[in-house]
């Protein structure tokens, strides 16, 4: 890097003289002398990240200083470097809900995102990287969601299921309303938690803001409304009144009201500066599924399950009328019930979508029907754009409407499950569907095109709101996080995914050179355990493939499917030997004694089956369990099965008489994986009880219990040497055990559910597959390997 001199030289003497004139120009160029030595620094980078006083924040907010280089050129500061740095801190910007929390992740999460890019200083942060000497799992592939793509950061972790979030009026703050009783409060700029407002006694079911962005109004399954003060955190007061759940809320346009639908089918108005109930609306026969006010806020408009929507007059507390019609032979009302409805900018039409596959448009002056929008099936959602021009309704497919003659304009059909939700951005360019299919879609209003898909990849989305200035959208999903997304990117990237579903078994073979993955997409997958490069793909099975071992001698791997058969590859020639078939269920695990000679596999329909691998002839079944066999394991004598099953329990089996030794008792849910140490001494099992338990084999008694995930334990591997054991988790996280001591000493987050994972028989290095497709190649870093 040049001197500061050197750099000044450069300079033009209106520019200097602006420098020695201005201390606060000379002091950025003063931090310009070693900024990009810093930012391309990981030992810096760690240490900030790590200092008390400072954080990931800090750090992020550190890269802006490279927009200062308008005050000057710098040589090695081009468009190229510029582009790399801002890439740097995307990538920081995407991990700072998983740094805040674990400082010690930095080099993981650092590496799977920044390993797609080339750039000379990407590069040198990576080398450095690989360098490392503490104890942590790095990527050795890119899988991570990269810096530059649609994503911009993802806030919160895995603490409990959303059910609601809305956008604060000034698009600062986010707030979510979440099944474990509290609401938090997010930065949407730094991913930081703000505050949480405890106070419910159950589920935070509905949440809106007052349109100043002073208030936030909740409403919950314990029957009641709080009112909470965003400035101060805390809660305004209590409002009481109905006898079952809150199941809508919405606040009128002067702030001055908010208006509740519960589940015993009635409406109430509140006074939000008093907490005094101004009245209640009665007369719907069954649970409010929406509400809406008109933009003179004069009128409520809710929609029910009882098949009617009604109009209430806010200023008298009246029903002004009901939006259905018997004299007509037509039938003009819903026949089903209703589950959307929203009102035209101009206060003259109500749009109300139905299961009963329809949209009705009416006359809020007369309450009349104007006409009908047939759908193919059941309108879970309706929006209106700004103009109000156009309705758009989502049911299996999204459909433009032309508001004056009801006619249809287009239909935008890509999403292959329901559409649960349609939010426009205010310009009214752009549609935002989310659906059960686990994406969201942005729709080009103009082009009646799809401008591009956002992928949840492990869950369902279920709300989704747009920031007041329409640059991004926050979606919310059963997963318990929600994500932030830029509107006006959403690049492509490319990925070394491989499959196009779930990855639910992996297997290495004994020579750690390849690994083998079964997924949902029926495919095996052979990658090079070096490079990450997929070998080939081996296909036959008609269904889902749950399991994968390989061979001791490395020659053939054994796959189980939910076809209900076993299928034996030749793993040089990726051809199929035979197929095994006997299980009534689909088969969920394989295993193969250490000597090669036989290969057990578990199933749904509640067995074991021990096979002759040589001839492929069934041995004998191993029964006993009262539900599905889910975890297979042999002891490293060949004397022992165990295997984990639905119904809590795990069972050691004799494999010589084939008779039940005894049962493992103390999982409270179902035992999802299981592995036994190199010295056959202990099992250790991972269960949907959030814990993995230590058993004596000898004894058949629990030793010890280790908790630390947040979810479902889907994965438990052993290193070679017995030291370690690696879980993968429903919390999205893989944890290094040394269970021993019963501490963690490292994680790795990854952007999905992790389901099985593997360790190489060099011990350090480890491939987990998540529920979008992707394998996460890692190295423990810190820790010896074996020879």
Not at 208 to 225: E, M, N, Q
Not at 328 to 357: E, L, Q, W
Not at 605 to 625: A, P, Q, Y
Not at 752 to 765: F, I, K, W
Request: aromatic share 10%; glycine share 8%.
């Amino acid at each position: 890097m040049s001197s500061f001199a050197g750099k000044f030289a450069q300079l033009s003497l209106s520019d200097q003289r602006t420098i020695l004139i201005d201390p606060r120009i000379k002091a950025k160029i003063g931090k310009w002398k070693t900024l990009y030595k810093r930012l391309t620094d990981f030992d810096f980078i760690d240490a900030k990240i790590n200092h008390s006083d400072f954080g990931v924040q800090s750090l992020i907010e550190d890269y802006d200083l490279i927009d200062d280089t308008k005050f000057f050129t710098h040589p090695e500061y081009n468009d190229q470097t510029v582009k790399a740095l801002k890439l740097i801190q995307g990538a920081l910007r995407l991990s700072a809900y998983i740094l805040i929390q674990d400082t010690k992740q930095l080099a993981g999460q650092l590496s799977g995102r920044l390993l797609y890019f080339d750039a000379p200083e990407i590069k040198d942060v990576l080398q450095q990287i690989s360098q490392i000497q503490t104890t942590c799992l790095r990527t050795l592939t890119a899988s991570l969601t990269p810096p530059g793509t649609a994503l911009v950061r993802t806030l919160g972790g895995y603490s409990d299921q959303m059910n609601a979030v809305a956008v604060i009026p000034d698009g600062k703050y986010v707030i979510c309303a979440y099944q474990n009783k509290t609401l938090k409060l997010w930065d949407l700029h730094t991913a930081e938690e703000k505050f949480t407002l405890i106070g419910h006694s159950d589920s935070v079911s509905a949440v809106a803001v007052t349109p100043d962005g002073k208030y936030a109004i909740s409403g919950s399954y314990d029957k009641t409304l709080k009112v909470w003060d965003l400035d101060t955190a805390e809660e305004k007061f209590t409002i009481s009144g109905h006898t079952s759940w809150v199941n809508a809320v919405a606040v009128t346009p002067d702030g001055k009201y908010v208006i509740s639908g519960f589940l015993d089918a009635t409406l109430k108005v509140w006074d939000l500066d008093t907490a005094e109930e101004k009245f209640t609306f009665s007369g719907h026969t069954s649970w409010v599924n929406a509400v809406a006010v008109t933009p003179d806020g004069k009128y409520a408009i809710s929609a029910s399950r009882d098949k009617t929507l009604k109009v209430w007059d806010l200023q008298s507390g009246k029903l002004k009328f009901t939006l259905i019609s018997h004299r007509s032979r037509n039938f003009s009302s819903h026949t089903k019930p209703v589950n959307a409805v929203a009102v035209t900018p101009d206060g003259k039409y109500v749009i109300s979508g139905s299961s009963d596959k329809t949209l009705k448009v009416w006359d809020l002056q007369s309450g009349k029907l104007k006409f009908t929008l047939k759908e193919s099936r059941s309108v879970n959602a309706v929006a209106v754009a700004p103009d109000g021009k156009y309705v758009i309704s989502g049911s299996n497919n999204i459909k433009v409407w032309d508001l004056q003659s009801g006619s249809e304009l287009f239909t935008l059909d890509s999403h292959s499950d329901w559409v649960n939700t349609i939010s426009i951005t205010p310009d009214g360019k752009y549609v935002i569907s989310s659906s059960w299919d686990k994406t969201l879609k942005v729709w080009d209003l103009q082009s009646n095109k799809q401008k591009f898909t956002l992928s949840e990849g492990s869950s369902w989305l279920h709300t989704v709101a747009v920031t007041s200035d329409g640059k991004y959208v926050i979606s919310a999903s059963w997963h318990k996080t929600f994500k932030v997304w830029d509107l006006q990117t959403g690049n492509a990237f490319h990925t070394l995914m491989g499959h196009s579903d779930l990855v639910n078994a992996v297997a290495v073979t004994p020579d750690g050179k390849y690994v083998i993955s079964g997924s949902w997409d029926k495919t095996l997958k052979v990658w090079d355990l070096q490079t990450g490069i997929e070998i080939r793909t081996l296909t036959g099975h008609r269904s889902l493939v749950n399991a994968v071992v390989v061979t001791p001698d490395g020659k053939y791997v054994i796959s189980g499917s939910w076809d209900k058969t076993l299928k034996v590859w030749d793993l040089q020639s990726g051809k199929e030997k035979f197929t095994l078939s006997a299980h009534s269920e689909l088969v969920n695990a394989v295993v193969v004694t250490p000597n090669g000679k036989y290969m057990i596999s578990g199933s749904r329909d509640k067995t074991l089956k021990v096979w002759d691998l040589h001839s492929g002839k069934e041995k004998f079944t191993l029964s006993g369990h009262r539900k599905s066999v889910d975890a297979v394991v042999v002891t490293q004598d060949g004397k022992y099965v165990i295997s984990s099953s639905g119904d809590k329990t795990l069972k050691v089996w004799d494999l010589q008489s084939g008779k039940e030794k005894f049962s493992l008792r103390g999982h409270r849910k179902s035992v999802n994986a299981v592995a036994v140490t190199p010295d056959s001494k202990y099992v250790i099992s991972g269960s949907d009880d959030k814990t993995l338990k230590v058993w004596d084999l000898q004894s058949g008694q629990e030793f010890f219990t280790l908790g630390g995930h947040g979810e479902s334990v889907n994965a438990v591997a052993i290193t070679p040497n017995g030291k370690y054991v690696i879980s993968g988790s429903s919390d999205t996280t893989l944890k290094v055990w040394n269970w021993q001591n019963r501490d963690i000493i490292t994680s790795f987050t990854g952007d999905y559910r992790l389901y099985r994972c593997v360790v190489a028989p060099d011990g350090v290095t480890i491939v987990a597959g998540d529920t979008s497709g992707r394998l996460h190649f890692l190295r423990l870093e810190g820790i010896e390997a074996s020879p």
